[in-house]
């Protein structure tokens, strides 16, 4: 768990980063800030697509707007997430509609089930303890499960700095970081690349026109991960790895 357990449950995170979770969900995520959860969500899914094709169900821990879970539900996956926020919870599972949102701390619950996939989008550098998160999820992951983690790219010390500034982060990862957090604990990584948005205000225009006219096809020949760009150098905002389930 986090230092700031009170703050999730009561919604105090959410409040304090300038998000309506009740405006999001209720409109369907097709406000401003919506439509940019939306992008960051279609874009790691189809990063990772092939990878989907062989699951059925899914965990995702540290639901937050339910932007992720719910959508995954929309195509066709069997989807369980956990969140500590209630309200939230009430309004993710007023959408899902054969899923479910559990109230709580994933450390804290003793799921029976067990999955295809895990899936963790900017949660891990909230936990205290992630390597005892990692080890409990092994027991809820199918043999050859996978795990999906997204957390801040923190190679350069400037990055690291700025997420330091987040009062919320309490973990700071380089791929390095995290592929050995991961092995240490019985995964084995398949994929694990860093990504930065793609800021030119230009290319930026240009997907929107084509958002507008219905062609995102047409941008995804140049960008299939929008708005991403894979990237080898120090300039990465996120780090994407799987990994898969070992086994005993």
Same mark, same amino acid.
């Given at each position: 768990?986090?230092?700031?357990?009170?703050?999730?449950?009561s919604?105090?995170?959410?409040?304090?980063?300038g998000?309506?979770?009740?405006?999001?969900?209720?409109?369907?995520?097709?406000?401003?800030?919506?439509?940019?959860?939306?992008?960051?969500?279609?874009s #790691?899914?189809?990063?990772?697509?092939?990878?989907?094709?062989?699951?059925k #169900?899914?965990? *995702?821990?540290?639901? !937050?707007?339910g932007?992720?879970?719910?959508?995954?539900?929309?195509?066709?996956?069997?989807?369980?997430? &956990?969140?500590?926020?209630?309200?939230?919870?009430?309004?993710?599972?007023?959408?899902?509609?054969?899923?479910?949102? &559990?109230?709580?701390?994933?450390?804290?619950?003793?799921? *029976?089930?067990?999955?295809?996939?895990?899936?963790?989008?900017?949660?891990?550098?909230?936990?205290? /303890?992630?390597?005892?998160?990692?080890?409990?999820?092994?027991?809820?992951?199918?043999?050859?499960?996978?795990? &999906?983690?997204?957390?801040?790219?923190c190679?350069?010390?400037?990055?690291?700095?700025?997420?330091?500034?987040?009062?919320y982060?309490?973990?700071?990862?380089?791929?390095?970081?995290?592929?050995?957090?991961?092995?240490?604990?019985?995964?084995?990584?398949?994929?694990?690349?860093?990504?930065?948005?793609? #800021?030119?205000?230009?290319?930026?225009?240009?997907?929107?026109?084509?958002? /507008?006219?219905?062609? *995102?096809?047409?941008?995804?020949?140049?960008?299939?991960?929008?708005?991403?760009?894979?990237? /080898?150098?120090?300039?990465?905002?996120e780090?994407?790895?799987?990994?898969?389930?070992? !086994?005993?």
């Amino acid at each position: 768990m986090s230092i700031f357990n009170d703050e999730y449950q009561s919604g105090k995170f959410w409040h304090e980063q300038g998000y309506d979770l009740k405006e999001l969900i209720d409109s369907n995520f097709t406000t401003k800030k919506g439509l940019q959860l939306f992008d960051n969500w279609y874009s #790691t899914y189809l990063y990772y697509k092939k990878y989907f094709r062989s699951i059925k #169900t899914i965990l *995702e821990i540290g639901v !937050g707007s339910g932007i992720h879970v719910i959508n995954f539900e929309r195509l066709g996956f069997d989807v369980t997430g &956990i969140e500590p926020d209630k309200n939230a919870c009430d309004l993710i599972n007023s959408k899902l509609k054969h899923g479910k949102c &559990i109230n709580g701390f994933f450390e804290n619950l003793q799921l *029976e089930q067990k999955f295809d996939m895990i899936y963790m989008y900017h949660t891990l550098e909230h936990i205290k /303890n992630p390597k005892e998160l990692l080890e409990k999820c092994k027991n809820n992951l199918n043999d050859k499960g996978k795990i &999906i983690i997204v957390v801040p790219d923190c190679t350069s010390p400037e990055k690291k700095e700025r997420s330091k500034q987040n009062k919320y982060h309490l973990g700071f990862f380089t791929k390095q970081d995290l592929s050995q957090l991961l092995t240490s604990c019985g995964f084995e990584i398949i994929d694990i690349s860093s990504l930065k948005h793609v #800021t030119k205000l230009s290319y930026q225009r240009f997907f929107r026109i084509l958002k /507008n006219n219905r062609l *995102e096809i047409l941008g995804s020949l140049f960008f299939p991960y929008y708005p991403f760009v894979k990237t /080898n150098k120090t300039d990465g905002f996120e780090i994407r790895c799987i990994a898969q389930n070992k !086994g005993v």
